[in-house]
Structures are given as C-alpha cells and as structure tokens.
C-alpha cells in the first residue's frame, strides 16, 4: 500500500531548525512505514511559502490555489508531522493559522488522522510547550497524537551530546507514527457537497 | 399580459444597503441619504431598462435595510415595469406567517412584480434579538419555509413545530394574487443544504458569486441542478438558477481600477486581504470597461450552465452616487442589451424561461 506522509515545517528561517528536526521526523518516520511493509511518500509544506495566502484565507474565507494545494495535501495524507518553532512559549501564529484555515476548509481534516509533532525553541526550558499548547491543538482537531513528541533544543543541534538523546526520541516517536498509519486504512476524502437528503432536514425540525 | 422583457434572462442589481465612508472624503451618507439613493437607483435601473431590482435585509448597522417591504412598497408605486425583489429574506430570524402577509400584500400592491430571495443572514448577533439562535440557521431556514409555503398555498392551515408558536385554523390575509404565490430563490454562499432546500420544491437557487472561487460556486450550482433533476423537476438543466457579481465600470479600464481601489482597499468585506488585481482573478469581481465586463459575464454561462437571472451589485462600500448612477447606465445603455443578445444567441430553445408571475398563473392554470 502507498503511504503518505504531510510534512508541516513552520519555521522562518534558511536552514531553520524546525526544517532540520521535520526532515529528521520524516527520514525515520519513511523509514519506519517501510519496515512495515507500506510505499510511502514525503510531502513537505513549508509554512513560509505560503505565509500571504493564509492570512489572505482569514480575510476573504478561501484559500489561493497554491494553499489549497498544501491544505489538501494535509488533508490526504496518511500521517502528519508538524514542527514549529516556539515562539513567546507558544506555537508560531503563522503555524497557528495554517490549522486555522485548514479547519475552515474541512472541519474533518485531521480527524483520526495520526499526528507527530515538534518543536525547536532557543531553551530547552521551553519543551513542554509541546504537551501543554500543541498537543491540546491537534486533540482538539481530533488527530490522534502520538505519545512521543519531540523538541529540539540549541545544545541537541550541538553534535556533542552523548548518547544522541535526540535521536532516540526521533526513533521512537517515527516507530509510532508508523504503528498508527499501519492499523488505518487510507483516509477517504469527504465530499462537501454530498448531498443531505431533504427528508433528513425537514425531519431534524 | 405579452412578454414585456426579453425574457431569455433576467438582469438587474441588488444592494445591501451599506451605509459606509467615501474613503476620499472621509463623509459617509446620513440613513436618510442612502435610503433615498437606494431609491433612486430602483428608479434608475427601471428607467435604463433592467429587468429587475433586489435589496437586502439586515437589523444592525452600518445597513438602512430593516424594512423591505416598505422600501419596495414604494418603488413598486413609482415604477411601472420592474421586477421586485429581495436579497435577502431572511426566512431564520422573521416570523413566516409575517412574511406571507407581507409580500402577499406586496405582490398585490405591484400586480405581481414580486419575487423572494430567502437567506439565513450570517450576522451572529442579529439572531438572538429576534429569540432565535444562529447554530439552528439550517432548521429555522427549513421549518419556516415549510410553513410560508403552506401558509401562500393553503387557505387554512394548522400547523406545529420547533420554532414558533402552533397555529390552528389561520387563514394568511390577502392571499397571494390570482392564488399564485410569488416565486422563491434559496439563497446561499456555501450551505449545501439551501441548494438541497431549492431543490427538493423546485424553486429557484441563487448564489451571489461575489467574494468565493467560482470553483467553489459551480459545486453549489451543480449540487442544486442534480438534485432539482432527482426530485423529478426535470433535467438539471433546466434547474432556475440566479447568479450574483460586482463590477464597476469606467470607459478605459485603467480608469475604473484606479476609481474602484481606494473602495475596494477599505471595505470591510475586501480590504486587507487578497489585493484587487488577486480578487478579480480568484472571483467574479470585474472592474475594467464595459466590453471587459460583458466578457467575463458571458463566462459565467460556461461556468455554470444557462441561467435565468443575472444581478450585478454596483452601489456598496461608500461608492458615490454619482458613480453608482452612471455604472446602470452602463449596464441598462451597453452591457445588458450585448448580454441579451449573446446569452439568447447561446440559449438551447428547452432552456426554461426567468419566471414571473404571469407564468406562473398561466402553468397553474393549465
């Protein structure tokens, strides 16, 4: 079977280091679906690119073409894996409205969808902003969230850290990631405009 | 009575009537000025030809539009050929049985140049104050359509529900003219359910194709000819379909734009957005020369099929009168009468025609 797997990067830099940690996510967690037996492919939104659009999708209620792409490439995908950069003990606004508007274009996009997530921060003093603010989104959004998450603070980027800590939890949380893709079936698109049969409105008076 | 339109399609304007600043000047009109100039562009789209004129609803500012039926009770007294109707009806909020008095009695006042448009009003607020709730929208537009319906079809009628307090043996005074209700639009943006409502009674579904894709519109559209073909109304073709848009006009096109920005950048429904030039490619907004405008309503029928009803907003977001006045001109002196012609020209002979009240009497009269 053909996975895959959305990558949503919100960093605002080049390199960033939420674009290192997602690109450390996907390589394992492509590697992971495959162990199980799954074709897979990595699909990376960055969150920048379409930085005009999304507040632009606030304003008018649509998304541009080119976000819509990137929405409904979330929507399609067998899996998720969002990483933000923290910023004022939060996610960034900018990853914020992308799971606004994605909302609002499909109230359904994440649900039952597995979700990892990550964070990058200048402190380590900042990972629970993983459990208390971005877990509590994609709950929220009804995704189901693996049980690792995953932040990379400065000194994990450092090379020097021994054991690789960083490179254990990656692992483990891509190990899940890939649990929760393998028991599901891949997501079916639902359509908006399926129609509701009139009797059932009437009826629901 | 002969056909006194070119009855191939239906085109007019409709109007919020918003009440907001010229941003040149910084002066917004008084109530009492916009709800005259209202009046006066009724009075002109008659005058240049159009075939119809709508105005909104709403109870909450910055809008002069709280009292249609009085609005177009006087219009209807100053003009002798227009069709009236509304954009929208708030069929969520109002009592039905107040509307079936209402525009029956309208319907009376102008011998039958009375449609509807029913909408659910997206204003939050506005619902509580008339004891209702925006989450029941859907139910509230359902319910009480059902019950206007009987109430313009039935001479006497018990009726109970969710909603409103149950009536017994009500008669709705007058009826409706010649015993043939006016005919009705379901307005909606994106509520797939309304094109399902217009739908399942063979009435008539319009959406304002202002402000969305109109990828996003022909989904609507097409949900609403499929399922009027599965209700057994005939071929999905042949479905009543009323589109909106916006435009404004200037002879050279780089004229409108630079008229039009300054309008566009501050409206509270535009503004700060996708830019002007990203909104006429991503909407139907059109703004350009008269030639242009005409081209990109032609598209519209191969957008969405052959339609019946064509309303242009010209007048919103602080526009001066002035200018308002001049852009039905152009559309009563150059684009309308191309239109006709093109849209006939393009027409299968199967396509159903707009309808009014005159053939409404004459299919129940068969």
């Known amino acids: 079977m053909r996975r895959t797997i959305a990558v949503v990067s919100a960093g605002l830099g080049s390199p960033s280091s939420s674009r290192l940690l997602a690109d450390r996510l996907s390589a394992a967690a492509d590697r992971e679906v495959r162990e199980l037996g799954d074709e897979v492919e990595v699909r990376v939104i960055e969150v920048r690119d379409h930085a005009h659009d999304l507040v632009d999708n606030l304003v008018s209620g649509y998304p541009a073409a080119d976000l819509k792409g990137a929405l409904e490439t979330v929507i399609g995908a067998d899996g998720l894996i969002a990483v933000t950069p923290t910023f004022t003990a939060s996610y960034s606004g900018l990853f914020k409205t992308f799971f606004d508007v994605l909302d609002l274009l499909d109230g359904d996009a994440l649900a039952d969808k597995p979700v990892l997530i990550g964070a990058t921060g200048g402190t380590a003093r900042h990972s629970l902003v993983l459990e208390n603010t971005i877990r509590p989104l994609f709950t929220y959004l009804r995704g189901v969230v693996v049980p690792t998450s995953v932040f990379a603070a400065p000194e994990d980027w450092g090379g020097a850290a021994v054991p690789d800590l960083l490179a254990h939890r990656v692992d483990r949380a891509a190990a899940q990631l890939a649990g929760e893709i393998r028991r599901r079936d891949a997501p079916v698109a639902r359509d908006p405009f399926e129609p509701t049969p009139f009797a059932d409105l009437l009826g629901a008076g | ?366």
């Not at chain 2, 503004?271 to 032609?298: C, K």
């Open chain 2, 1 to 366: 009575m002969p056909r006194r339109f070119h009855d191939v399609m239906h085109f007019g304007i409709f109007t919020v009537g918003d009440i907001a600043p010229d941003p040149a000047t910084g002066r917004a009109p008084t109530e009492h000025e916009r709800i005259n100039r209202m009046i006066e562009t009724a009075l002109k789209a008659e005058e240049v030809g159009l075939d119809v004129f709508a105005m909104g609803e709403h109870h909450n500012p910055p809008f002069v539009t709280s009292s249609p039926t009085t609005v177009l009770g006087y219009i209807v007294a100053r003009t002798s050929k227009i069709l009236l109707s509304t954009s929208t009806t708030l069929i969520t909020t109002n009592d039905p049985v107040k509307i079936a008095e209402d525009y029956a009695t309208l319907q009376h006042l102008a011998d039958g140049r009375v449609d509807l448009m029913m909408g659910r009003g997206n204003t939050g607020p506005v619902y509580p104050w008339f004891g209702k709730d925006i989450r029941d929208g859907i139910s509230l537009a359902v319910e009480n359509y059902a019950l206007l319906r009987r109430l313009w079809r039935e001479d006497v009628v018990d009726w109970q529900g969710r909603f409103r307090t149950p009536l017994q043996s009500f008669t709705s005074t007058p009826r409706p003219l010649d015993g043939v209700p006016p005919f009705v639009w379901h307005g909606s943006i994106r509520s797939p359910e309304i094109a399902e409502q217009a739908a399942y009674y063979g009435d008539g579904f319009f959406h304002n194709n202002i402000f969305w894709p109109k990828e996003h519109t022909r989904r609507m559209i097409d949900l609403y000819r499929t399922r009027f073909e599965f209700y057994g109304h005939g071929p999905a073709d042949q479905a009543i379909v009323g589109l909106g848009g916006q435009v404004y006009m200037r002879r050279r096109s780089q004229d409108a734009i630079a008229e039009f920005r300054p309008f566009f950048d501050n409206s509270p429904v535009y503004g700060h957005g996708p830019s002007l030039e990203e909104t006429m490619e991503q909407t139907p907004l059109a703004v350009g020369s008269p030639q242009e405008i005409i081209d990109r309503t032609l598209q519209f029928r191969e957008h969405f099929g052959d339609y019946q009803r064509q309303l242009f907003n010209v007048d919103g977001m602080g526009l001066p009168h002035q200018a308002v006045l001049e852009q039905i001109d152009f559309l009563g002196e150059e684009v309308v009468p191309v239109l006709r012609k093109e849209f006939g020209a393009l027409r299968p002979s199967h396509i159903p025609d707009p309808p009014t009240h005159e053939s409404l009497k004459a299919v129940q009269e068969r």
